[in-house]
């Protein structure tokens, strides 16, 4: 186990990734007011279980792997890139509505949206960016069991994840209701996140491999 100095640092950066809008914040809050806070925490599943996915990778040094190889990279980041953008045109396109914006959509079967969730978490390389660069910092080989302080300090980021979206998710719904009627704040949320989510796919696509 990580020393408790290490714990709660490595803590306090997972909190602050979590709270910056991203991929998996936006299907989750798109999920949660389409179809429901419940659709919303089905999905959250399968977003967690693409971080135990990339954490076990790291763990078990199967990323070290993907990240040697340029192709296997290129084509995660620009996959993810090309998401991003696609989500930031549909929040700023004319007559688009905004990620808090409630909206009338088919309902997906559990399966689906839970296979969606776990679609958007795997496109999204900066998790295994997240493991791959930040764990090691974090790790203390001196102290002996790396492979279970990499689990702890993992493990940690999901638990804070999942509280933090799950929450996002079961209040997704008032928010909209408090965006649709100030529309004013609503266009602007609009394009904020359409920037954000600009600004992270350009970012995605122009920063140097690791």
């Given amino acids: 186990?990580?020393?408790?100095?290490?714990?709660?640092?490595?803590?306090?950066?997972?909190?602050?990734?979590?709270?910056?809008?991203?991929?998996?914040?936006?299907?989750?809050?798109?999920?949660?007011?389409?179809?429901?806070?419940?659709?919303?925490?089905?999905?959250?599943?399968?977003?967690?279980?693409?971080?135990?996915?990339?954490?076990?990778?790291?763990?078990l040094?199967?990323?070290?792997?993907?990240?040697?190889?340029?192709?296997?990279?290129?084509?995660?980041?620009?996959?993810?890139?090309?998401y991003l953008l696609w989500l930031a045109w549909q929040a700023v396109?004319?007559?688009g509505r905004a990620a808090f914006q409630p909206r009338t959509l088919p309902h997906d079967p559990a399966r689906k949206l839970f296979l969606m969730g776990l679609l958007t978490s795997l496109l999204n390389p900066k998790i295994a960016v997240l493991y791959l660069s930040l764990l090691p910092q974090f790790i203390r080989p001196e102290q002996g069991h790396v492979l279970g302080q990499s689990l702890a300090l993992g493990f940690t980021q999901i638990a804070i994840s999942v509280t933090v979206n799950a929450m996002i998710a079961l209040t997704a719904g008032s928010v909209a209701a408090f965006l649709s009627r100030r529309p004013v704040w609503a266009l602007a949320q609009r394009w904020l996140m359409g920037s954000v989510l600009a600004g992270l796919a350009l970012k995605m696509l122009t920063e140097a491999r690791r």
């Fill in 61 to 82: 040094g199967i990323t070290a792997i993907v990240m040697a190889v340029p192709y296997a990279y290129d084509a995660l980041r620009i996959a993810g890139a090309g």
């Fill in 93 to 95: 396109r004319p007559n």
């Fill in 1 to 59: 186990m990580p020393d408790l100095a290490n714990l709660l640092g490595f803590a306090a950066i997972a909190l602050g990734m979590v709270l910056t809008p991203g991929p998996n914040m936006i299907y989750l809050i798109s999920r949660s007011i389409c179809q429901g806070p419940g659709a919303g925490l089905i999905s959250l599943g399968g977003v967690a279980l693409g971080f135990v996915v990339y954490l076990l990778c790291a763990a």
